[in-house]
Every structure is written in C-alpha cells, then in structure tokens.
C-alpha cells in the first residue's frame, strides 16, 4: 500500500501562512471526502486536527484549515506561531475499506 | 474524555508472537470501531487494522495481513492486536486508536514499543 506523497519539510515565519500538499490517486485522496490530518509532536502521539477533508474537531484551532482539489489535499496553517512546529501527517480512506497515511512533513517555525 | 491505554509491548525474537492490549475508558466502547496504527523509530505512521463495534467486520494493511488478528472484548471494554511471526520491520510503537466511520483514527493512545530482534 503506497503512502500518499507530502514534501518532507515546510518552513515559515511567525504570523505566515503556509500549506502542506497531500497527493494521492482515485482510489484513496479523490475519491473520497474522508481525508484527515494529524499532528505530532516529538515524543507524543498524534492529534487530529482535520477530518472529512475541512472539518475541525472540538478545540483545535481555527487556524488550521483544510481542503481537497482532486486527488490533491491540503492542509493551511495560518499566523504561524512557534507551537505549531511538529510533525504533519494526511490520511484518507481507500476504495479496499483501509486507510492511508501521508509520507509525512516537519514544519518549521523560523 | 476518551482515554486509550496501550499494553502488552517488549522485546521478541524474530518468528515470535505478541498480544498488545488496550483499555478504552470515557466512551462506550462497543458502540465505535477500534484499529491499530504503528510508527517504526523516527518514520512515519502505518496504519495496520480496524475492528468494527460489533467485532463482526475486520481490516487488515498488505504489511501484517495473515500474521496479525485484531480482536475485541466489549464486555471488558479492551482491544487487542495478536501478532504472530514477528519480523524485524515490525519493531515500531503500536498505537490504539479509537476510528471515526469504519477505519479512520480519531482518537489515539500514547503506544506501546515492539522491538523485534535476534
């Protein structure tokens, strides 16, 4: 099961925005509204912070921001602040009733 | 607040078994689908297998299919994750995860390690 394809590292400033890709095929990322993201920090378990491709759970920061143009997710972080470096995963559904993670990328608060 | 508490993690020789476990609190149980995901040291996150409420619906990745067998009991509120025929990939941190829909983590236990090694 190939992962879905994010670049490694993002990098910003304070207060910038940025966006994380998440390509995937037709059987995962583009045909379904089931894509979610994660966040990890170092030594800690993940945490939803998207699902359903733009939905944000209970408590997560109006900030994040997510959205899907084929088989293509992304994940906006806007006023980027030092807390939010960590590890970004994507996930989505897939056609076989399984689920798919993104490759993974580290942002960097510069 | 749902908590997820992995157990059952150490070290095991190649060709060995495991049983991970994990306690759910703070939600009822049987009415949500559980998985499995794990993340080998300083990779990303695998998804490996998902449970249905009911128990009555399994999904396994290519990687453990026909080694691992997840299981629940609702009446004790606790998954599991049988591992048989370790390999030395499989060495990871297994996390619990409670599913959103039918296989989608939502929320997650803190893992527990599986090292497997000669």
């Known amino acids: 099961q190939s992962a879905l394809t994010q670049p490694a590292s993002v990098s910003g400033s304070p207060g910038q925005s940025i966006a994380i890709s998440c390509t995937g095929t037709?059987?995962?990322?583009?045909?379904?509204?089931?894509v979610s993201w994660y966040q990890q920090h170092p030594g800690k378990a993940p945490k939803l912070i998207i699902y359903?491709?733009?939905n944000r759970p209970s408590g997560v920061s109006n900030r994040f921001s997510g959205s899907k143009s084929g088989n293509t997710a992304s994940l906006t972080i806007s006023g980027l602040q030092a807390e939010d470096e960590a590890d970004y995963y994507c996930?989505?559904?897939?056609?076989?009733?399984?689920?798919?993670f993104g490759t993974g990328t580290k942002v960097t608060v510069l | 607040e749902v908590q997820l508490v992995e157990s059952g993690g150490g070290l095991v020789h190649p060709g060995g078994s495991l049983r991970l476990s994990c306690g759910a609190s703070?939600?009822?149980?049987?009415?949500?689908?559980m998985g499995w995901v794990r993340q080998a040291p300083g990779k990303g996150l695998e998804w490996i297998s998902a449970?249905?409420?009911?128990?009555?619906?399994?999904n396994y990745a290519d990687s453990v299919k026909g080694r691992f067998t997840i299981s629940r009991d609702n009446s004790k509120n606790t998954l599991y994750l049988q591992m048989n025929s370790l390999r030395v990939e499989d060495t990871a941190l297994y996390y619990c995860?409670?599913?959103?829909?039918?296989?989608?983590?939502?929320?997650w236990g803190q893992g527990t390690l599986v090292t497997v090694s000669s």
């Open positions: 995860t409670k599913v959103r829909g039918t296989v989608s983590p939502n929320d």
């Open positions: 703070g939600f009822t149980f049987s009415d949500y689908a």
């Open positions: 449970i249905r409420g009911s128990g009555g619906s399994v």
């Open positions: 037709t059987s995962d990322v583009g045909g379904y509204n089931y």
């Open positions: 359903d491709v733009s």
């Open positions: 996930s989505s559904y897939k056609s076989d009733t399984t689920e798919v």
